[in-house]
Each structure stands twice: as C-alpha cells, then as structure tokens.
C-alpha cells in the first residue's frame, strides 16, 4: 500500500487571477473606449476609479498608479526632499527592484537586518543599522524603506514609524508582498509618508501583468509624486498645456500604466479581502496540521491580520534535520509547489556590494533564509491540499529516516 495515490501527485490547483470578473472588467473597458471612439489614454476613467478605490480602501489622502511595483519605489524616493546620494535604509530581505530603484534613485543602500524566525526588519535592527552608519562615517541616512515580506506586517511597524519621525526620518513602506496585512494600529501602508505597492501578476492584487501603486499619506508630497510620475509635469495645473514639456517643473521618467491594466486591477481589489481571507485559513489549517503531527518545521509567528504572498516554514529550534533536503524532495517527489533556496538577501548579490554605502553581514536574515523554505500559495488551496502537503513531509522523513 503506497501513501500516495496517482491524484495525490498531481499538481496543486491554478490560481487563475484573471479570472471571469477580471475578464468582463476589461470588456467594459475595451466596450467604453471603443463605443465613444476614444483612444484608451493613461490616467483616464479606469485609472481614476482605481485610484479612488484604492485611497477610500486604505483612508489615505491620495494614490497614483504606475507601471511596476519598482516604479512605486523610485517614484516615492525621487518625491521626496533626500539630499543627493544620501544612504537610504532599507530592509536586506526584498526584491532587486525596491534595491534596484534606491540605486536608480541616486542613493545608497543600507541594509537593516531581520528579526529572529521572520524575513521582516525590527525596531532594534533599524537603529543598529541608522547607528553603524556613523561608525563606518557615512552620511546620516534620509529614509527607511520597510518592506513588509512573503505577507506577513512588520510588527512593529507603528514604533518604527514614531523612531523615523522623531529622528527626521522618511518613511517608506513598501506593501507589495502584503496587500491588506494589518497591525492591531491599522493596515500596513498607512504609517509612513508614502508607500509603494506591486500588482504584478502574482500578487494578492494583480493587474494582469506589471503594475503598482503609491499610497500617499501625507498630502504636502502629492505633487511631486504626479511630476515624478509623469515626465515632471505639473498634473494637477489644468489650465496648463501638458504637451508642451516647456511647462515641466524638472527632468522626470514616463512611469505611467493603461487604462486596461487598471480595469484589471479594479476587479482584483475588489476581492483582495476574500483572497486574503482564503489563503489565511490554508495557511491556519495547515500549520495545524503540522503542529498536531510534531512535523520539524512550521511558523509560530502567523497570524490572521497576514496577508500571505507565500508561506515562510521555519526549522523549529533544536530540531536535527536538513531543512532544504526536505523541501528539496517534497517538490521533487511529491510536487509540492515551493521554493527551497530563496534568493532574495541583498547581502548576498554580487553586484550589490560597490553600490551599498559599506560592506555589510546581516546575520540574522542569513540563518533566517538557510533554516527555511517558502511555500508557494493561492487562493483556491483547500483543506485537502494542507493535508496532502503534511503526507508528503511524513513520506519525506520516513524516507530518509530522519
């Protein structure tokens, strides 16, 4: 008698994010444009109505789409009054374009290290990293940019927030892989100046492709958000002619998105709470599945306020175990869909390390990244998968008679 039966090896159910909602929001699009014989513009009816919903969903002052989630990043950096390659803290655990678009930016890098058993920053991380800025004789850093990792909020987000102010600190969150997570303070996004958000078509809002969003929080940085956004064009001057580029207040990129990305992006938000919901009770059942079989790994941390992107599992501590040959065979074996070696510690880059603003080791992440996995997830995972994936890790340790 086998574990597994042929279905148990099929693979895990598409997430289908276009979807028939996504769908007919884009025929509406297409059908509005074509039926009134106007070219589709940026920044037009859907884009307007995105943003709208977006500022309402969030209870900030405005937002503003752009054409990537790295476009939000840099656009909030160059709006914001930084002197010319000041050092920016941002977190060491993130994708290349948030390092990426610091660089682009005219700024340099430097890393904050994680919290134990989390790809997240702490409030202690950041002020050890502000304070080895001064050791290593480095210009006092402008900004932090926190990025709230793999769904799960920074916990202490609201503290880090009050530390940045009181230290005249610009406050970036970037909430690309956590739509909608929230603190007992409210959601992630709000408690800092700006934030920046990716709609690629993984996230938990996607927008068929490539697409992000600025959430502006404090209105006095509105209008260089719009001018950076959008070639240094004074957007909110009507009376203007913003063709003629003798009007633009300063040399700036084209970051803006179409009308048929934001129609997309409509209809996702409009279900990102039952997306969320959806993958927040997987995640439950299946760390408690895990716990209830005393399998060697899991993540104490999680809690309902995430909004996972995907699942970190953390080796337990004193557990005597390879962490990766497992999830190395799980995937290979059973086709768990996951992802055994993450790649994502800047401290590990190659090319990074003549642009950060000194050589640095970021201890914790490290450990953090060698004793885990993540677990690649969707909406449409039920019970029945969380159960399957524990049957695989009792195969995989029966197996190799850990």
Excluded at 220 to 226: E, G, K, M, R, Y
Excluded at 357 to 366: K, S, V, Y
């Amino acid at each position: 008698m086998t574990l597994f039966s042929k279905n148990d090896r099929q693979s895990y159910p598409p997430r289908e994010a276009f979807g028939w909602r996504e769908y007919f929001s884009l025929i509406r699009c297409a059908t509005y444009y074509r039926a009134n014989k106007l070219d589709p513009p940026y920044d037009g009816r859907y884009q307007k109505k995105f943003e709208t919903k977006f500022t309402e969903t969030f209870k900030a002052q405005n937002s503003r789409l752009v054409s990537t989630g790295t476009s939000a990043v840099y656009v909030s950096l160059k709006s914001l009054p930084i002197p010319p390659k000041s050092p920016v803290l941002v977190s060491s655990i993130t994708d290349g374009g948030c390092i990426s678009a610091i660089i682009e930016a005219g700024f340099k890098p430097i890393l904050v290290d994680t919290d134990f058993q989390t790809f997240n920053i702490s409030l202690e991380t950041v002020i050890q990293a502000f304070n080895s800025a001064a050791v290593n004789k480095t210009n006092r850093p402008g900004c932090l940019v926190a990025c709230h990792i793999g769904g799960e909020p920074i916990s202490d987000i609201v503290e880090i927030s009050k530390w940045c102010s009181r230290n005249g600190i610009f406050l970036i969150e970037d909430c690309s892989q956590a739509i909608k997570a929230r603190v007992s303070e409210g959601l992630v996004g709000t408690f800092g100046q700006l934030a920046a958000f990716s709609l690629m078509y993984r996230k938990n809002i996607s927008s068929g492709g490539s697409a992000g969003v600025i959430l502006v929080n404090d209105q006095s940085h509105i209008n260089n958000v719009l001018a950076n956004s959008d070639r240094g064009k004074p957007l909110w001057q009507t009376s203007q002619n913003l063709n003629n580029p003798g009007v633009n207040l300063y040399p700036a990129l084209n970051h803006n998105s179409n009308e048929f990305i934001a129609s997309i992006a409509l209809s996702s938000l409009n279900r990102v709470d039952k997306t969320n919901q959806q993958r927040v009770q997987f995640c439950l059942k299946l760390l408690a599945h895990l716990a209830d079989q005393k399998l060697p790994f899991g993540n104490d941390r999680f809690h309902y306020n995430w909004a996972p992107f995907y699942l970190t599992l953390f080796k337990k501590r004193n557990e005597k175990i390879d962490i990766k040959l497992i999830a190395d065979q799980m995937n290979k074996q059973y086709k768990v869909p996951l992802l055994v070696n993450y790649g994502c510690l800047a401290s590990r880059w190659p090319w990074l390390k003549e642009y950060l603003a000194f050589p640095q080791e970021m201890p914790i992440a490290t450990k953090n990244i060698e004793s885990s996995f993540n677990l690649f997830l969707n909406e449409k995972y039920r019970d029945s998968h969380s159960r399957k994936i524990a049957k695989s890790v009792q195969a995989v340790l029966k197996n190799n008679k850990f």
